[in-house]
């Protein structure tokens, strides 16, 4: 059974959905591989590392999906509305595609999907259960993204992170105000308590106040009696009243911060708004705030996608796609989550595909089959 990989054309995208190491353990599941020419560059993994795991590559995204059934893909693939070639109308009919298809904000391809009868996986629709761990992407990509964001912040601020007692004197440490503990703050706490920073973090979701004092941090809580928890561990929005007593509350902390970085999402809503202009003015000159929310409306005021914004002193980095800035580990661990589902698919003994559609896990991620919408509420938010 033929998998194709795909070059991802989308902008700011450097990752690749199978590595030399996936290809090889693809194969010897019994899969062919083709690869697309350069599909691997941005990440580092060259045509000839595919090529000596056993890949073929192609030169053209024709040639790629030449006899594919199983289309392997970072994110969704581009329309001509996107402004490039449409790569939908170029999958084969009946191909399994999976990838982070963005079901939430490209409900517009569920219709193309089942037009071609194709069946489409949304991995970030993955069930937050144990045996689905190895499949979360949003949990392997939002880990780096969490990391890479206080090393950019590190490098933007012109203060140093740790204290430092030195013959000339004590430099202070950084104050780091993290806002939204999951997978990526919980990160973005640790990398910043090991560069020595002090670390003062937020969340709406009661659980996360001992995942963040285990790490060293210190939360900093919102006098209410509601709670944020939504099912599946995600938060829900809070009531204007929350927002009032909550935007107080960061606008007192971040006023003595070196560092922001914000992660709150909310699952299918745009991210909330919690940081206003007003906020960065009370910020020191030289402050920096890094918005991993702005693909997603951004938590803070003024963040650009794709770009620094200076304002009132402050930068604000609005940096499109943070696991791709760190895409040779941001590719190998999602290669891995899509190899993790694909050996879940198969029948092992003999060696061909074999989806159970009974199964939890292929009914959260299933958007398509067979020309029909899965789920309707998925593509529908
Ligand atoms: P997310 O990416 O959906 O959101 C990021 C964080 O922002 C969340 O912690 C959320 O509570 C917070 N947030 C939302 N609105 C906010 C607001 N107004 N103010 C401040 N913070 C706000 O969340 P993510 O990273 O997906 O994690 C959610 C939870 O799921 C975590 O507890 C995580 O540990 C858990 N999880 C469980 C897994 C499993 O059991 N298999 C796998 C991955 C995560």
Redesign the pocket.
């Known amino acids: 059974m033929q998998i194709a990989v795909l070059k991802e054309k989308r902008p700011y995208e450097t990752r690749v959905a199978a590595t030399p190491e996936t290809v090889k353990k693809l194969i010897a599941l019994g899969f062919s591989v083709t690869v697309e020419k350069g599909a691997g560059d941005s990440s580092q993994y060259p045509d000839s590392q595919y090529e000596a795991a056993g890949a073929k590559v192609a030169a053209t995204p024709e040639k790629t999906l030449d006899k594919a059934k199983i289309v392997l893909k970072v994110l969704p693939p581009m329309t001509k509305k996107d402004g490039g070639e449409d790569e939908v109308k170029l999958l084969p009919e009946g191909t399994l595609l999976i990838g982070m298809l963005q079901p939430y904000v490209k409900a517009e391809l569920i219709e193309e999907y089942n037009k071609r009868k194709i069946t489409a996986f949304s991995l970030e629709l993955a069930?937050?259960?144990?045996r689905?761990?190895a499949i979360?992407v949003?949990?392997s990509q939002?880990n780096l993204a969490g990391y890479r964001a206080v090393i950019e912040a590190a490098n933007a601020l012109h203060r140093a992170f740790p204290m430092m007692m030195t013959a000339a004197g004590t430099i202070a440490p950084a104050r780091v105000l993290i806002?939204?503990?999951?997978?990526?703050?919980?990160q973005a706490i640790a990398t910043a308590k090991r560069l020595g920073a002090i670390v003062s973090v937020?969340?709406?979701?009661a659980?996360?106040k001992e995942?963040v004092e285990s790490l060293g941090g210190t939360f900093v809580e919102v006098e209410s009696e509601e709670s944020?928890?939504a099912a599946?561990?995600?938060?829900?929005?809070?009531s204007k009243d929350y927002?009032e007593r909550?935007a107080a509350k960061i606008k007192e902390v971040i006023g003595k911060s070196d560092v922001v970085i914000t992660?709150?999402?909310?699952?299918g809503k745009p991210?909330?708004r919690?940081i206003t202009a007003d906020m960065v003015k009370g910020m020191r000159p030289g402050s920096v705030i890094v918005d991993l929310?702005v693909e997603s409306g951004g938590?803070c005021e003024g963040s650009v996608v794709g770009e620094v914004v200076e304002k009132d002193g402050v930068k604000i980095l609005g940096y499109a796609n943070m696991p791709g800035r760190i895409p040779t580990d941001a590719s190998a661990v999602y290669a891995r989550n899509l190899l993790n589902l694909l050996t879940l698919c198969m029948d092992k003994d003999s060696k061909t595909l074999k989806i159970n559609w009974d199964d939890e896990i292929i009914q959260a991620i299933a958007l398509t089959h067979e020309g029909k919408t899965q789920n309707e509420k998925k593509g529908a938010v």
Request: hydrophobic fraction near 45%; charged fraction near 15%; charge should be neutral.
């Open positions: 069930p937050r259960i144990t689905a761990q979360d949003l949990s939002s806002l939204g503990a999951g997978v990526a703050g919980l937020f969340d709406v979701r659980a996360a995942q944020g928890d599946g561990g995600y938060a829900k929005e809070m927002k909550q992660t709150a999402l909310i699952p991210a909330p919690l929310a938590n």
